[in-house]
């Protein structure tokens, strides 16, 4: 999934998640795109890349692994089906980004 950072992202990361498992996120195509310009006319960096995800279970040695073997890690992350968000999952998306707007525009 393409995604955006204010600073240079590194290729890989291992998060460590409550649930025993670890989040391995891998970036691919790494560019910096033109500078964001701020509602004050302040310039930022801004980086973009092709993101990936895996949740695996937490073993041993997995960040070196990833380091060093990171164009498998990356073959498999890219052919790991994209999980389908359920409709409960979406309707709280939807519900969350109502009660932004509302809050934007000055509902209650």
Do not use: C, H
């Amino acid at each position: 999934m393409l995604t955006y950072f204010a600073s240079e992202p590194e290729r890989a990361t291992v998060e460590r998640l409550p649930d025993r498992t670890l989040l391995v996120a891998l970036n691919d195509n790494i560019r910096r795109v033109d500078d964001a310009v701020g509602p004050e006319g302040e310039s930022s960096e801004q980086w973009e890349a092709d993101r990936y995800t895996l949740v695996i279970p937490t073993l041993p040695g997995i960040e070196r692994s990833v380091e060093a073997n990171f164009d498998e890690w990356l073959r498999k992350a890219k052919s790991a089906p994209v999980p389908e968000a359920t409709d409960r999952e979406r309707l709280n998306d939807l519900e969350a980004a109502m009660i932004e707007i509302a809050s934007i525009v000055g509902g209650e």
